[in-house]
Protein backbone atom coordinates (compact mmCIF):
# COMPACT_ATOMS: atom_id res chain seq x y z
CA UNK A 1 0.00 0.00 0.00
CA UNK A 2 1.13 3.30 -0.57
CA UNK A 3 2.32 4.77 2.67
CA UNK A 4 4.28 7.99 3.79
CA UNK A 5 6.49 7.52 7.02
CA UNK A 6 7.98 10.25 9.34
CA UNK A 7 9.20 8.32 11.84
CA UNK A 8 9.99 10.84 14.32
CA UNK A 9 6.88 12.58 16.06
CA UNK A 10 8.72 14.91 18.07
CA UNK A 11 12.08 16.76 17.84
CA UNK A 12 13.98 19.17 20.21
CA UNK A 13 16.94 21.03 18.92
CA UNK A 14 18.63 23.97 20.03
CA UNK A 15 18.34 27.40 18.76
CA UNK A 16 21.58 27.58 15.65
CA UNK A 17 21.93 23.39 15.40
CA UNK A 18 21.39 21.73 12.33
CA UNK A 19 18.01 19.84 11.68
CA UNK A 20 17.44 16.97 9.40
CA UNK A 21 13.58 15.70 9.10
CA UNK A 22 13.28 11.99 7.90
CA UNK A 23 10.73 10.80 5.48
CA UNK A 24 10.02 7.99 3.75
CA UNK A 25 7.46 7.31 1.46
CA UNK A 26 6.36 3.56 0.00
CA UNK A 27 5.52 3.43 -3.62
CA UNK A 28 5.96 1.68 -6.92
CA UNK A 29 7.45 4.71 -9.10
CA UNK A 30 8.90 8.25 -8.01
CA UNK A 31 6.62 10.39 -6.60
CA UNK A 32 5.83 14.15 -6.38
CA UNK A 33 7.18 14.94 -3.12
CA UNK A 34 6.63 18.37 -1.00
CA UNK A 35 7.29 19.53 2.74
CA UNK A 36 4.93 21.56 4.21
CA UNK A 37 4.93 23.74 7.67
CA UNK A 38 2.14 24.13 10.10
CA UNK A 39 2.57 26.80 12.91
CA UNK A 40 -0.21 26.23 16.18
CA UNK A 41 -3.84 26.94 14.86
CA UNK A 42 -2.79 27.31 10.76
CA UNK A 43 -3.32 25.71 7.72
CA UNK A 44 -0.28 24.28 5.88
CA UNK A 45 2.87 26.47 4.26
CA UNK A 46 4.71 25.11 1.13
CA UNK A 47 8.24 25.21 2.07
CA UNK A 48 9.30 22.77 -1.09
CA UNK A 49 8.89 20.74 -3.88
CA UNK A 50 10.45 18.29 -5.71
CA UNK A 51 8.88 17.38 -9.06
CA UNK A 52 11.85 15.55 -11.31
CA UNK A 53 15.55 16.97 -11.96
CA UNK A 54 18.39 17.89 -9.67
CA UNK A 55 17.76 15.74 -6.61
CA UNK A 56 18.93 18.45 -4.14
CA UNK A 57 15.69 21.30 -3.53
CA UNK A 58 15.94 24.48 -2.03
CA UNK A 59 13.06 25.81 -0.63
CA UNK A 60 11.71 29.07 1.76
CA UNK A 61 12.83 29.94 5.00
CA UNK A 62 16.58 28.17 4.64
CA UNK A 63 15.47 24.20 3.92
CA UNK A 64 16.53 21.93 1.79
CA UNK A 65 15.26 18.54 0.90
CA UNK A 66 17.20 15.81 -0.87
CA UNK A 67 15.64 13.13 -2.81
CA UNK A 68 17.44 9.73 -2.61
CA UNK A 69 15.29 7.43 -5.12
CA UNK A 70 17.93 4.08 -3.63
CA UNK A 71 16.22 4.93 -0.18
CA UNK A 72 13.03 5.91 -1.14
CA UNK A 73 13.28 9.33 1.06
CA UNK A 74 12.74 13.16 0.76
CA UNK A 75 15.15 14.31 4.14
CA UNK A 76 14.22 18.14 4.97
CA UNK A 77 17.09 19.94 6.99
CA UNK A 78 18.33 23.26 7.58
CA UNK A 79 21.59 24.17 8.72
CA UNK A 80 20.65 26.92 11.26
CA UNK A 81 17.45 26.32 13.12
CA UNK A 82 15.93 29.51 14.59
CA UNK A 83 13.29 29.55 16.95
CA UNK A 84 10.28 31.08 14.88
CA UNK A 85 10.92 27.60 12.91
CA UNK A 86 9.26 25.49 15.77
CA UNK A 87 6.34 24.12 14.07
CA UNK A 88 4.70 20.59 12.79
CA UNK A 89 6.61 19.77 9.58
CA UNK A 90 4.50 17.70 6.98
CA UNK A 91 5.94 15.52 4.10
CA UNK A 92 3.55 14.76 1.54
CA UNK A 93 3.73 12.99 -1.60
CA UNK A 94 1.28 13.17 -4.90
CA UNK A 95 0.71 9.80 -6.63
CA UNK A 96 -0.33 9.40 -10.09
CA UNK A 97 -1.58 5.73 -9.79
CA UNK A 98 -5.65 5.84 -11.21
CA UNK A 99 -6.67 9.83 -10.08
CA UNK A 100 -3.97 11.82 -8.93
CA UNK A 101 -4.01 12.09 -5.16
CA UNK A 102 -1.96 13.64 -1.76
CA UNK A 103 -1.00 11.01 0.53
CA UNK A 104 0.81 13.13 3.79
CA UNK A 105 2.74 11.73 6.72
CA UNK A 106 1.52 11.83 10.35
CA UNK A 107 3.98 14.78 10.76
CA UNK A 108 6.71 16.03 13.19
CA UNK A 109 6.52 18.30 15.74
CA UNK A 110 9.93 20.66 15.98
CA UNK A 111 10.66 22.46 19.67
CA UNK A 112 13.68 24.57 19.47
CA UNK A 113 15.52 25.22 22.75
CA UNK A 114 16.87 28.97 23.42
CA UNK B 1 -2.82 37.24 -5.44
CA UNK B 2 -4.84 36.38 -2.25
CA UNK B 3 -5.05 33.25 -0.51
CA UNK B 4 -6.79 30.31 -0.12
CA UNK B 5 -9.58 31.32 2.32
CA UNK B 6 -11.93 29.71 4.93
CA UNK B 7 -14.55 30.96 7.25
CA UNK B 8 -15.67 30.79 9.69
CA UNK B 9 -12.16 30.30 11.64
CA UNK B 10 -13.90 28.74 14.77
CA UNK B 11 -17.14 27.50 14.89
CA UNK B 12 -18.61 25.87 18.12
CA UNK B 13 -21.53 23.11 17.45
CA UNK B 14 -23.79 20.82 20.11
CA UNK B 15 -24.50 17.21 18.83
CA UNK B 16 -26.75 16.60 16.41
CA UNK B 17 -26.79 19.85 14.75
CA UNK B 18 -25.20 20.24 11.28
CA UNK B 19 -22.75 22.71 10.12
CA UNK B 20 -21.58 24.58 6.56
CA UNK B 21 -17.55 25.67 6.36
CA UNK B 22 -17.35 27.33 2.65
CA UNK B 23 -13.83 27.76 1.50
CA UNK B 24 -12.55 30.10 -1.40
CA UNK B 25 -9.47 28.82 -3.59
CA UNK B 26 -7.07 31.37 -5.02
CA UNK B 27 -7.65 32.83 -7.90
CA UNK B 28 -7.30 30.97 -11.17
CA UNK B 29 -7.35 27.30 -9.13
CA UNK B 30 -10.56 25.40 -10.28
CA UNK B 31 -9.31 22.25 -7.61
CA UNK B 32 -10.54 22.24 -4.02
CA UNK B 33 -9.74 19.58 -1.47
CA UNK B 34 -10.67 19.24 1.67
CA UNK B 35 -9.36 17.45 4.81
CA UNK B 36 -10.03 16.43 7.97
CA UNK B 37 -6.97 17.02 10.86
CA UNK B 38 -6.94 15.96 13.83
CA UNK B 39 -3.98 14.71 16.68
CA UNK B 40 -4.81 11.12 16.68
CA UNK B 41 -5.74 10.73 12.86
CA UNK B 42 -3.38 13.79 11.16
CA UNK B 43 -4.83 14.80 8.22
CA UNK B 44 -7.22 12.86 6.28
CA UNK B 45 -8.52 13.47 2.97
CA UNK B 46 -12.39 14.07 2.60
CA UNK B 47 -12.87 14.93 -1.30
CA UNK B 48 -12.20 17.05 -4.26
CA UNK B 49 -13.76 19.15 -6.44
CA UNK B 50 -13.27 20.55 -9.83
CA UNK B 51 -15.60 22.10 -11.99
CA UNK B 52 -18.83 21.30 -9.72
CA UNK B 53 -18.14 17.83 -9.60
CA UNK B 54 -16.68 15.64 -7.27
CA UNK B 55 -13.63 13.74 -8.55
CA UNK B 56 -12.37 11.60 -5.26
CA UNK B 57 -13.53 10.93 -1.74
CA UNK B 58 -11.68 9.74 1.28
CA UNK B 59 -13.30 7.32 3.21
CA UNK B 60 -15.90 9.28 5.04
CA UNK B 61 -19.24 8.44 6.66
CA UNK B 62 -22.57 9.90 4.16
CA UNK B 63 -22.40 12.80 6.77
CA UNK B 64 -19.70 14.81 5.20
CA UNK B 65 -20.49 16.29 1.92
CA UNK B 66 -19.60 18.85 -0.29
CA UNK B 67 -20.18 20.99 -3.47
CA UNK B 68 -18.89 23.28 -5.36
CA UNK B 69 -19.86 26.21 -7.31
CA UNK B 70 -19.50 27.54 -10.84
CA UNK B 71 -16.88 30.15 -9.34
CA UNK B 72 -15.14 27.21 -7.85
CA UNK B 73 -15.80 28.26 -4.13
CA UNK B 74 -16.68 25.04 -2.19
CA UNK B 75 -18.72 24.51 0.73
CA UNK B 76 -18.54 20.86 2.84
CA UNK B 77 -21.44 19.96 5.20
CA UNK B 78 -21.14 17.54 8.37
CA UNK B 79 -25.02 16.53 9.25
CA UNK B 80 -25.85 15.09 12.86
CA UNK B 81 -22.40 16.10 14.42
CA UNK B 82 -20.76 13.92 16.46
CA UNK B 83 -17.93 14.37 19.18
CA UNK B 84 -15.58 13.15 17.04
CA UNK B 85 -15.77 15.45 14.64
CA UNK B 86 -13.93 18.06 16.52
CA UNK B 87 -11.52 18.72 14.03
CA UNK B 88 -9.20 21.60 11.98
CA UNK B 89 -10.88 21.41 8.79
CA UNK B 90 -8.50 22.29 5.72
CA UNK B 91 -9.12 23.09 2.63
CA UNK B 92 -6.48 23.29 -0.16
CA UNK B 93 -6.87 24.50 -3.97
CA UNK B 94 -4.42 23.91 -6.97
CA UNK B 95 -4.77 25.27 -10.80
CA UNK B 96 -6.63 21.48 -12.06
CA UNK B 97 -6.54 18.37 -10.75
CA UNK B 98 -5.42 15.15 -12.14
CA UNK B 99 -2.03 15.86 -12.53
CA UNK B 100 1.16 16.77 -10.37
CA UNK B 101 0.60 20.11 -9.11
CA UNK B 102 1.26 22.12 -5.31
CA UNK B 103 -2.28 22.34 -3.04
CA UNK B 104 -2.18 25.67 -1.89
CA UNK B 105 -3.78 25.62 2.56
CA UNK B 106 -6.04 27.91 3.77
CA UNK B 107 -5.65 28.66 7.34
CA UNK B 108 -8.26 26.26 8.08
CA UNK B 109 -11.89 25.90 10.16
CA UNK B 110 -11.94 24.58 13.79
CA UNK B 111 -14.87 22.70 14.64
CA UNK B 112 -15.60 21.94 18.30
CA UNK B 113 -18.41 20.09 18.56
CA UNK B 114 -19.81 19.56 22.92
Known amino acids: AQSVTQPDIHITVSEGASLELRCNYSYGATPYLFWYVQSPGQGLQLLLKYFSGDTLVQGIKGFEAEFKRSQSSFNLRKPSVHWSDAAEYFCAVGLTSGTYKYIFGTGTRLKVLA | KAGVTQTPRYLIKTRGQQVTLSCSPISGHRSVSWYQQTPGQGLQFLFEYFSETQRNKGNFPGRFSGRQFSNSRSEMNVSTLELGDSALYLC?????????????FGPGTRLTVL
Open chain 2, 92 to 104: ASSLVPGMPDTQY
